[in-house]
């Protein structure tokens, strides 16, 4: 198996940005796509309440990339992907 | 699980522990305390018999304060509650930071008593410190820091989580008391964070929400809602169900109104009318209480016509939510104890003490872990600067938070009623202790002032009941408390918890005196005549 370097900056910025912006732009896919879509009353709350896990338990897990070049290219990629799709229902729903 | 992992969650684990361990002790101390805010605020109250005016004249006393002071009619609280806490069955003010507000109740002739006095709470104070753990400036700041703190937190939680899982059968039950001190805090750190696990990590994830909701919802605005949040929020509002209507309307009695809601919810508990716009067509009240038969978000509300008494919003009546704020009422609930009554409050003040424990032993370790590389070396050993500086901060800041909220809760016994801005006095008190305490830990040493303060925090602990007994045997002081169970429970809790600051002080003192002298616990002779050896 590859050894995991500590790569302690890079894998926390990573963790903190990336999980943060990866959790928003998946808040967000649950808003557009979740039952009742974006303008339903009172479920901007539980949106906001889904950030928080999603962002930590991204940045806690982000210490088992193998290197920190490897945390920025994998949840860069993921973010890509949801904010991909988070801007096509910003696109396409109305 | 890869060594390797364990090796570099380990790390993170130290570094997110240490960083975040001394805030989230005076938050989860503060916050224990919090959980039982009502009886504090019984036990603090002033002793002077309050009688209300009977519930059954509320409709007269309305209707006479409006006529008296229709500036009331925006927005004021008739109070259904008998508890001493209570100052006036009706009050309002100017805006929801106004500290003077207006009062009124019926004299027992029947006249009409208005008064405007000065209100501020202990039992806010103790929440603001659990909020922002005690850091100056406005709430906001403090607010913002301790969101940040959480979001380390829940990092040293789950790292904490990865570190013990191989050893989780082997660790978990084995408490292994014996001469290995180190070996013992490990065990009892390892217990308790694996058997209060799911605690912490709900706190840790609605605090970050509590703390950084504003943000985050910013945030949520500009990626996903294209700033049409604002408006779906006014859409959401509850308080805004009833439409404005500015024609004058007789309004329904108290007593039909909570009928009313009775009927919606027949096992809520109805405390407060908050009404709005009394006296027109377009009034609402907003009758507050509780239902410790669901998860709820502290208080629960049903919005009502005065008018029609028809209920127009139930989004926040436990039991009768939508969905979605239903759904958010747990998370509130699993953070505030606000479900299950009595026994879950006194689990989460146990879990918080629990807590503040955790995050002392995990400083203990942390101290401990640096010792032991140390004396490798052989021979004379002297302690490092950052292990004595340390230790001098743990003992300082966790044993000087817990004396001086202790001192401030006993000082509004004695000052209130006495001094015209008890808000200053309570900062004052508090600030001075902490940081005094903080300052004697570093002058003499990790080891000297964890006895110290330990019997400090002991006397402290001790005045509180102290201080009910002489209010009860010297009536001329003009502060008898109250004779209730609530507040003869915070007496109960003061006096149990000083008698273990003593069992402590007393371990502690045994410890620099008898303990290895190559250690930052040792008295500070023992340490010289090591370091001469």
């Known amino acids: 198996m590859k050894e995991i370097r500590p790569d302690w900056i890079s894998k926390t910025l990573a963790g903190a940005i990336l999980g943060f912006s990866l959790a928003l732009a998946l808040a967000g896919l649950f808003a557009w796509l979740g039952p009742g879509g974006l303008a339903t009353p009172n479920k901007f709350q539980l949106v906001m309440w889904l950030i928080s896990p999603i962002w930590l338990t991204t940045m806690s897990l982000s210490f088992l990339f193998t290197s920190g070049m490897r945390a920025w290219l994998c949840l860069g990629g993921a973010n890509l992907a949801a904010y991909a799709g988070l801007f096509a229902c910003r696109h396409f729903i109305h | ?533």
């Open chain 2, 1 to 533: 699980m890869r060594s390797d992992v364990v090796r570099l969650y380990k790390v993170v684990h130290t570094w997110t522990g240490i960083t975040a361990g001394m805030f989230l002790f005076i938050a989860f101390y503060a916050g224990s305390i919090t959980v039982f805010a009502e009886p504090l605020a019984r036990w603090s109250s002033s002793s002077a018999p309050v009688r209300l005016t009977a519930l059954a004249q509320s409709d007269e006393l309305i209707a006479r304060t409006l006529a008296a002071r229709p500036d009331a009619g925006k927005e004021f609280t008739l109070h259904l509650g008998e508890t001493e806490d209570l100052w006036a069955r009706l009050t309002w003010k100017k805006g929801k930071d106004d500290k003077t507000p207006w009062s009124a109740d019926l004299s027992s002739a029947g006249d009409l008593r208005l008064a405007q006095s000065y209100r501020s709470s202990l039992a806010d104070f103790v929440d603001n410190i659990h909020r922002t753990a005690g850091i100056p400036g406005a709430n906001d700041i403090g607010e913002t820091v301790m969101g940040v703190v959480s979001a380390v937190y829940a990092v040293a939680l789950v790292s904490g989580l990865i570190v013990i899982l191989p050893s989780l059968v082997k660790d978990l039950f084995a408490l292994r008391i014996g001469p290995n001190l180190k070996r013992m805090w490990l065990d009892a750190h390892n217990v308790v964070g694996v058997v209060s696990l799911p605690f912490h990590i709900v706190i840790a994830l609605s605090a970050v929400v509590f703390c950084l909701h504003e943000p985050l919802y910013d945030a949520l605005d500009y990626v996903v809602y294209d700033g049409r949040l604002k408006s779906i929020m006014a859409a959401s509002n509850p308080f805004t169900a009833i439409k404005k209507d500015e024609q004058p309307a007789p309004m329904l009695p108290v007593n039909v109104l909570l009928d009313r809601v009775k009927g919606a919810s027949p096992s809520f508990v109805p405390v407060e009318m908050r009404y709005r716009n009394a006296g027109l067509r377009g009034a609402s009240v907003q009758v507050w209480g509780y239902d410790t038969r669901y998860m709820t978000r502290g208080k629960g509300f049903a919005v009502i016509s005065p008018v029609t008494g028809e209920i127009a919003n139930t989004d926040y009546l436990p039991g009768r939510e939508g969905t979605w704020t239903g759904i958010v009422a747990t998370f509130f609930a699993l953070h505030f104890a606000t479900f299950g009554g009595d026994v879950v409050r006194v689990c989460y003040f146990l879990l918080g003490i629990a807590g503040a424990f955790l995050f002392y032993s995990g400083n203990l370790l942390w101290i401990e872990s640096r010792r032991r590389t140390e004396r490798r070396h052989g021979g004379p050993v002297n302690q490092k600067t950052s292990t004595r500086m340390m230790s001098a901060a743990t003992v300082g800041v966790c044993l000087g938070a817990i004396c001086a909220i202790s001192i401030t809760i006993v000082a509004e016994k004695w000052l209130g009623g006495r001094v015209a801005n008890i808000d200053v006095w309570r900062n004052a008190i508090y600030y001075c202790v902490f940081l005094g305490s903080v300052l004697w830990s570093f002058l003499r040493g990790a080891a000297a002032a964890s006895v110290e303060l330990l019997w400090l925090a002991a006397i402290a602990a001790a005045a509180i009941p102290l201080t009910t007994l002489t209010g009860w045997t010297s009536p001329a002081l003009g502060m008898q408390g109250s004779a209730s169970m609530a507040a003869l429970g915070v007496d109960l809790v003061a006096l149990f918890a000083a008698l273990c600051f003593v069992w402590m002080a007393r371990s502690a003192a045994r410890r620099a005196e008898y303990g290895p002298a190559d250690s930052v616990w040792a008295a500070p002779q023992r340490q010289l005549r090591e370091a001469a050896r």
